[in-house]
């Protein structure tokens, strides 16, 4: 015989487990994105912001180069290269970041002698606590859906993204009731982390 639990308990069991859920997802986001800053850290420190001469434009086209030999690696099954999927997705969260800095700060250039790592990674940190922000919200409303969903669709969607983004480009920037270059960017950090953590549970990295 079926024990019949009460609809109150039912309800107080699940919202106990999506707010531990939550949480979890918080501390791997924060996670994966030290990981990503200790890479954007070291670079900078190696080659300086050299990529601040680059267009937003050139930078989007950088993600869509990691994005597709992320896709060909899932299609094929193999690679050659021995660069993993997950430094690419690394690299797309880190190149979003620079594509927003640019956004944001036009009047920088790679010849800026103000422009110092501590004010680079100040930066760095204000973005993606803002993108974070957008995370929880939206995780609010959708729930953990994400955590269903197939690394490979993760893929589609960033590459969907490009795509919105050059059409923007090609508008000159304007849209009449779509998102900006900047909300697109900042989603596409959040893709790129949620595919980092499965990635991790699958794999370990």
Same mark, same amino acid.
């Given at each position: 015989m079926l024990a019949i639990i009460s609809p109150f308990l039912f309800l107080r069991s699940n919202k106990i487990k999506t707010i531990a859920l939550i949480n979890q997802t918080s501390v791997e986001y924060d996670q994966v994105i030290a990981q990503c800053k200790s890479v954007f850290e070291?670079? $900078? &420190? =190696?080659?300086?912001p050299s990529w601040k001469i680059m267009r937003v434009s050139s930078i989007? =086209? &950088?993600i869509y180069i990691k994005a597709v030999r992320i896709r060909t690696i899932e299609e094929n099954g193999k690679q050659k290269v021995d660069e993993g999927v997950e430094s690419e997705w690394k690299g797309i969260i880190n190149y979003c970041v620079m594509g927003l800095i640019q956004c944001r700060e036009k009047d920088l250039t790679v010849n800026e002698s103000g422009l110092k790592m501590d004010d680079l990674m100040t930066q760095y940190n204000c973005i993606i606590a803002e993108t974070k922000h957008l995370m929880e919200e939206k995780n609010h409303d959708y729930g953990e859906i994400w955590r269903s969903m197939l690394v490979s669709t993760f893929t589609d969607m960033l590459l969907m993204r490009v795509n919105r983004m050059h059409q923007i480009l090609e508008n000159k920037g304007n849209t009449l009731v779509s998102e900006g270059i900047e909300? $697109?960017?900042? =989603?596409m950090i959040n893709y790129s982390v949620f595919a980092l953590i499965r990635l991790e549970g699958e794999n370990g990295f």
């Open positions: 070291k670079k $900078n &420190q =190696d080659y300086g989007i =086209d &950088q909300s $697109n960017l900042m =989603d």
